[in-house]
């Protein structure tokens, strides 16, 4: 690791652990989004990770959303979601805008201005393809038509990056206003973890949005998508599962140690130690996977969507067998709200069905596989 990559986990890991000194006892946004934990990371330049420093930001690459988002995981999971949602969104103005949009948008999200990536739809699923919200022509403007859902950061956002169809079956990338017309927030989802993430229904009655508010080209969405969530927010979901992972882990040998009947530490018990070396090695697997990945991503660029996919797949997996054992270590303590355990659970669950369930992701490795010809040799 570079120095100027421990100097950010260092200060994304003090950042994370003032928040939860300043918290609630059951964490930061646990439940609703917090727009004072956005403001600490915006104070700090750390919400800024993927803008490019001549507009506020660090330029940060995949490493570095890793590194951040892992710590913010440690102590809250949705924080580190929304997090990775809205650096995908500057990622994607940086990688793909015009001079003048980027110019408009990155300076206000690296502020603690909030963005979100509005792409699934009732009717589509994770399967970007199958989407029916169409944009038409309208002399200077665009009028977009459709409804999308499980948005996350969706209430919150001042900055939302939409994927639509255009009567010419082409996929683009709209970037919208808050404030746009006819662009309507629905109902808040209210889920089984991560529900402070602020995801929710964004209908477009025939919502006006200026012809130069396309994020690069027409026809372009799906190389947008493709090189601001699949291989950029992939790594940083791993990294949430990795952060959540950890942190049971170590809740559950804290309690081991702690925790006696009639004066011997539970962690005495073969039955305790033996679930103790499986998350270890889930934990130990996870890290060197993910950092592995986004090490051969850097110096192989064509590899980084089946590097990205791999970790995703394996780290979000791991994280709630992991989750599971260290509940399972903790007994009824673990299964009470008395200990985030349970919560943590419930949130590395859902890891399992964010950005591309683990199913899909695994016809994607598959894929990736048989057209590259198998995998790259190790050590790389």
């Given at each position: 690791?570079?120095?100027?990559?421990?100097?950010l986990q260092g200060l994304a890991r003090s950042v994370a652990e003032e928040l939860?000194?300043?918290?609630?006892?059951?964490?930061?946004?646990?439940?609703?989004?917090?727009?004072?934990?956005?403001?600490?990371?915006?104070?700090?330049?750390?919400?800024?990770?993927?803008?490019?420093?001549?507009?506020?930001?660090?330029?940060?690459?995949?490493?570095?959303?890793?590194?951040?988002?892992?710590?913010?995981?440690?102590?809250?999971?949705?924080?580190?979601?929304?997090?990775?949602?809205?650096?995908?969104?500057?990622?994607?103005?940086?990688?793909?805008?015009?001079?003048?949009?980027?110019?408009?948008?990155?300076?206000?999200?690296?502020?603690?201005?909030?963005?979100?990536?509005?792409?699934?739809?009732?009717?589509?699923?994770?399967?970007?393809?199958?989407?029916?919200?169409?944009?038409?022509?309208?002399?200077?403007?665009?009028?977009?038509?459709?409804?999308?859902?499980?948005?996350?950061?969706?209430?919150?956002?001042?900055?939302?990056?939409?994927?639509?169809?255009?009567?010419?079956?082409?996929?683009?990338?709209?970037?919208?206003?808050?404030?746009?017309?006819?662009?309507?927030?629905?109902?808040?989802?209210?889920r089984m973890g991560l529900n402070g993430v602020a995801s929710c229904e964004i209908?477009?009655?025939?919502?006006?949005?200026?012809?130069?508010?396309?994020?690069?080209?027409?026809?372009?969405?799906?190389?947008?998508?493709?090189?601001?969530?699949?291989?950029?927010?992939?790594?940083?979901?791993?990294?949430?599962?990795?952060?959540?992972?950890?942190?049971?882990?170590?809740?559950?040998?804290?309690?081991?140690?702690?925790?006696?009947?009639?004066?011997?530490?539970?962690?005495?018990?073969?039955?305790?130690?033996?679930?103790?070396?499986?998350?270890?090695?889930?934990?130990?697997?996870?890290?060197?996977?993910?950092?592995?990945?986004?090490?051969?991503?850097?110096?192989?660029?064509?590899?980084?969507?089946?590097?990205?996919?791999?970790?995703?797949?394996?780290?979000?997996?791991?994280?709630?067998?992991?989750?599971?054992?260290?509940?399972?270590?903790?007994?009824?303590?673990?299964?009470?709200?008395?200990?985030?355990?349970?919560?943590?659970?419930?949130?590395?669950?859902?890891?399992?069905?964010?950005?591309?369930?683990?199913?899909?992701?695994?016809?994607?490795?598959?894929?990736?596989?048989?057209?590259?010809?198998?995998?790259?040799?190790?050590?790389?």
């Open positions: 690791m570079r120095q100027e990559q421990r100097l939860r000194e300043a918290s609630a006892p059951e964490g930061v946004m646990a439940e609703v989004f917090s727009r004072g934990a956005v403001a600490a990371l915006a104070d700090s330049g750390l919400w800024a990770v993927a803008c490019p420093p001549p507009l506020g930001g660090m330029g940060g690459d995949p490493a570095a959303l890793v590194l951040v988002a892992y710590e913010l995981a440690r102590v809250s999971a949705s924080l580190a979601l929304s997090f990775v949602a809205h650096s995908s969104v500057c990622r994607a103005l940086d990688a793909f805008a015009s001079e003048a949009l980027a110019g408009r948008y990155l300076p206000a999200l690296a502020a603690g201005a909030v963005g979100a990536f509005a792409v699934h739809e009732p009717d589509s699923g994770v399967m970007s393809a199958a989407i029916t919200t169409r944009v038409e022509n309208s002399g200077e403007d665009l009028v977009v038509h459709g409804s999308k859902f499980f948005v996350t950061n969706g209430s919150e956002a001042e900055v939302i990056l939409a994927l639509v169809r255009s009567e010419e079956n082409l996929f683009s990338v709209l970037a919208i206003d808050e404030s746009a017309p006819g662009l309507v927030r629905s109902h808040l989802d209210r209908v477009f009655a025939e919502c006006v949005v200026p012809r130069n508010q396309v994020v690069g080209q027409l026809g372009q969405g799906m190389e947008v998508l493709k090189r601001a969530l699949i291989e950029y927010a992939f790594f940083g979901a791993a990294a949430v599962s990795l952060g959540l992972a950890e942190a049971c882990f170590e809740a559950a040998l804290r309690h081991a140690r702690e925790r006696t009947i009639q004066g011997t530490p539970i962690g005495e018990q073969q039955a305790v130690r033996l679930m103790i070396g499986e998350m270890d090695g889930l934990v130990a697997a996870s890290r060197a996977l993910l950092w592995g990945a986004v090490t051969r991503a850097r110096e192989s660029p064509p590899q980084t969507a089946l590097l990205a996919s791999q970790s995703k797949r394996f780290v979000s997996e791991a994280a709630v067998r992991v989750a599971d054992r260290a509940i399972q270590v903790c007994g009824g303590h673990g299964y009470c709200q008395e200990l985030p355990l349970e919560r943590r659970y419930r949130d590395a669950r859902g890891l399992t069905l964010h950005y591309k369930t683990t199913e899909i992701l695994s016809l994607d490795v598959a894929g990736m596989l048989l057209s590259q010809g198998g995998t790259a040799p190790w050590p790389t």
